[in-house]
């Protein structure tokens, strides 16, 4: 079955330091890859995401590229800011399978 | 716009009684989802209808009942709540088979 291994965290950067959050999964098929970050208090929204292989997902200024070979999907950004601290998700799905797979969460926290 | 509400977002109780939380969506999805998130963040599948049929029903006890009375709604009813079900409660959607989530803002259950 499918599985997602997050980065343990919880993870603690200056600003404008760059994080790396790892997440390596297992998988049948060819699944979709997701990032969903949960602020405080807050619900879970996509931050990203990637269909197929090689593809790299992007959005304020995060990063992340689907690697096939290495079956990962680590999320990166160059220099992170405080208002990032939050609750960051890695997760896997297929289309047409109801489930959709989710790491532990890794918890963030930018100091100024 | 809100896409998925719930109500309530905070819910206070004593053990043993019951309780129900309600969830909308107005993005013309045909599949919810009700998620369980415990204190350390980990989120776990416990429900999915898909156009008012249930299609998931991970190992949750029975005092744990589902109900869509039509496919924009899927509400949750707890009977003789306990310490243990204390946590985060999140309604999500989605659209035919593609594995991307729609998440609500999340009910927090504390029991007494």
């Known amino acids: 079955g499918n599985s997602v291994t997050q980065m343990e965290g919880p993870v603690t950067l200056s600003e404008e330091a760059f994080l790396t959050i790892n997440c390596t999964y297992t998988?049948?098929?060819?699944?979709?890859l997701f990032w969903y970050v949960q602020y405080p208090g807050e619900g879970l929204q996509l931050l990203l995401k990637a269909t197929k292989a090689d593809d790299k997902g992007s959005n304020k200024g995060f990063e992340a590229t689907y690697r096939k070979e290495t079956t990962s999907f680590h999320l990166e950004k160059g220099s992170v800011q405080v208002s990032d601290s939050a609750v960051y998700f890695c997760?896997?799905?297929?289309?047409?399978?109801?489930?959709?797979?989710f790491g532990t969460g890794t918890r963030l926290t930018i100091i100024p | 716009d809100t896409a998925v509400s719930q109500t309530p977002k905070y819910l206070v109780t004593q053990m043993g009684n019951d309780k129900s939380i309600k969830c909308e969506q107005n993005l013309g999805h045909d599949t919810m989802y009700w998620y369980k998130q415990d204190s350390k963040k980990f989120l776990k599948i416990m429900f999915s209808?898909?156009?008012?049929?249930?299609?998931i029903n991970e190992t949750v006890p029975n005092r744990f009942s589902p109900k869509s009375p039509d496919k924009a709604h899927l509400n949750l009813h707890i009977n003789s709540l306990e310490l243990g079900d204390s946590a985060v409660y999140f309604c999500?959607?989605?659209?035919?088979?593609?594995?991307?989530?729609?998440f609500g803002p999340g009910t927090r259950l504390t029991v007494l």
């Open positions: 209808y898909n156009n008012k049929e249930l299609i």
């Open positions: 997760a896997l799905g297929n289309f047409g399978n109801e489930k959709l797979t």
């Open positions: 999500a959607s989605s659209q035919g088979e593609a594995p991307r989530r729609f």
């Open positions: 998988a049948t098929g060819y699944p979709s």
